[in-house]
């Protein structure tokens, strides 16, 4: 007899694991992508996902790529098992192709995974990454990379992440040595050393300890690695945190692994420990109230739309993150913002290389609607009552541009790209207050790009983008006095006509806020 639905749905919530890397550039989260998906058996060898970055590395080259395989797979989902547990790796595109998606992206993740290279500590992209993440309160943990590399002690990282990101930190386990000194680390849980061996470093030997006073790690790491080892861990004991789950899940404190991806060096003690400790898909908010993962009907929400770059197909795809519920293929949902019930007959799953038929999905997985124009950013889906999602925020953009239409006549479709490339996500957009200009907003710069391409290749309209020197976008509310944002800023609205205050600096923006009290300053919009 098959198992009833609701133990069905709870079993395949309760194994899901569904997460993003967040990470800077060049710290190393497609090698760890790679090694994860390696043991998860997802990949065979090891490079696929690296050619696969390597092949959208220039802008020009992504667009020829997109347009020669149809339908965009720069950014998807990679899913496998692993010891009884089912994972979900969002990819979250950093580089150039870093934009609004990549923060949208995160929105549909259950906790993170930071990604930082020990020489270079907290960088620009992480800061970012993180302060989305935080904002949710899920749980971070961090993957401290390149051991093999000299890089700065551990207490100075995780001082680091205290003063730059407000998070203590527990580590998990302890690096004997670094960069070529480097010879393992010592589990802190589990009480055991991973040991390097062999000249290189190819094969790891697991032991288990009493403590990390045994004489068994001096033996092996030498004295003066062993005395460092012991000084540095009674600190640790002493004026550590200690691990607080709790607290961890509610994202207040982060556990570290140090490891080095490229060796393979602590990755499947990460791993193991990591699903251990994050949390399965957690209740979701909507307007009704909270949506359980383990209710029996099925409700999900759109959180990004890729777009073909081909102009011979038009056809979309929309990421949805299954909220709860079983998805069947061919299943009747409905559509709640459009009232309408549609048919999700041939959703797509998303893997490294290759892209499945889904039959049935549970909460936490993410599934590939194709779209023939019907679903915005945000939109809910669900079977029975009317489920809305709360919205998604509008991340406040960072480069801004004015644009002008090189052909006036070609106003009207001007204006249905922006419409339809604004719903995409593709940019935002603001008008000035008075001569009602308009003023495109984006995180990255590949987004005007392939505005600018898209505006030509589906609309037929040639457009001329003029960047402004602005840099921050505040949504403002209570007192709005348009004579205050003269210097180095400038008063517009967005789409839904809120106000919005763009300035050039960091400075002009804190004298702003200072000077007033009487007007609220927001990152996102309200
Ligand atoms: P990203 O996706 O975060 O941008 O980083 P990616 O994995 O591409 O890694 C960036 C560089 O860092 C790569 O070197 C990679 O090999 C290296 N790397 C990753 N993990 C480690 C590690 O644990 N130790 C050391 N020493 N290096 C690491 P590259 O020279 O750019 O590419 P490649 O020619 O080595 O592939």
């Known amino acids: 007899m098959s198992k009833p639905l609701t133990e069905e749905i709870k079993q395949e919530v309760e194994r899901r694991r569904t997460f ?25 060898e090891a490079g696929s996902v690296k050619a696969r970055k390597a092949s959208r590395h220039a802008t020009s080259d992504w667009m020829e790529i997109e347009k020669q395989r149809g339908i965009s797979v720069t950014s998807s989902v990679m899913q496998f098992d692993y010891s009884g547990h089912r994972v979900n790796i969002l990819d979250t595109p950093g580089h150039q192709d870093f934009s609004e998606d990549t923060y949208r992206t995160l929105t549909a993740a259950d906790s993170a995974v930071m990604l930082i290279d ?7 992209q992480t800061i970012k990454l993180f302060q989305v993440c935080s904002k949710r309160g899920i749980p971070i943990f961090t993957f401290i990379n390149k051991l093999d590399r000299e890089g700065q002690s551990p207490f100075e990282l995780m001082e680091e992440l205290e003063r730059v990101l ?150 979309r795809i929309a990421f949805l993150r299954i909220c709860s519920g079983r998805f069947d293929r061919g299943m009747s949902v409905k559509h709640v913002r459009a009232g309408k019930d549609i048919k999700l007959s041939q959703p797509q799953q998303f893997l490294a290389q290759d892209r ?17 124009g019907i679903f915005r950013i945000g939109d809910s889906l669900s079977q029975g009552s009317e489920i809305t999602f709360d ?64 505006m030509k290749g589906e609309y037929g309209v040639d457009i001329q983008l003029h960047r402004m020197q602005f840099q921050f976008a505040r949504w403002i509310t209570g007192e709005v006095d348009p004579s205050k944002y003269r210097i180095n800023s400038q008063l517009v609205k967005d789409k839904h006509g809120n106000f919005v205050v763009l300035f050039e600096n960091e400075y002009a923006m804190r004298t702003a806020m200072d000077k007033n009290p009487n007007t609220t300053f927001l990152e996102t919009a309200p």
């Open 356 to 372: 499945d038929i889904v039959e049935s999905a549970y909460p936490g997985d993410i599934i590939g609607l194709f779209d023939p």
């Open 118 to 124: 020990v020489a270079k500590g907290v960088e620009a």
């Open 166 to 315: 407000g998070i203590r930190s527990v580590p998990m386990n302890w690096p004997i040595g670094m960069g070529r000194e480097l010879c393992g680390v010592y589990d802190r849980m589990n009480n055991q050393v991973e040991l390097f061996q062999g000249k290189d470093h190819s094969k790891i030997e697991v032991r288990k300890v009493d403590s990390y006073t045994d004489p068994i790690i001096r033996e092996m790491a030498g004295d003066f690695l062993h005395d460092q080892l012991c000084q540095e861990l009674e600190l640790l004991d002493v004026a550590g945190d200690p691990f607080d789950l709790e607290k961890v899940s509610r994202g207040e404190l982060t556990p570290i692994f140090f490891g080095s991806a490229v060796n393979n060096f602590g990755v499947q003690t990460f791993l193991e420990n990591f699903l251990k400790l994050a949390p399965p898909p957690a209740p979701r908010k909507s307007t009704s109230g909270e949506v359980e993962p383990t209710n029996e009907k099925f409700s999900g929400y759109i959180f990004k739309i890729q777009a073909n770059m081909n102009p011979a197909h038009r056809d």
């Open 391 to 454: 919205e998604l925020p509008t991340f406040s953009p960072e480069l801004f541009a004015k644009v002008t239409v090189k052909n006036a006549l070609k106003h009207k479709q001007y204006q249905k790209g922006i419409d339809q490339l604004t719903e995409e996500g593709t940019i935002q957009v603001f008008q000035t207050t008075g001569f009602e200009e308009t003023i495109l907003g984006v995180v990255g710069q590949l987004q005007f790009e392939v505005f600018e391409y898209r």
């Open 20 to 44: 993003a890397i967040i990470s800077h550039p060049d710290a190393g989260k497609t090698t760890l992508t790679e090694k994860l998906l390696l043991f998860g058996g997802a990949i065979r």
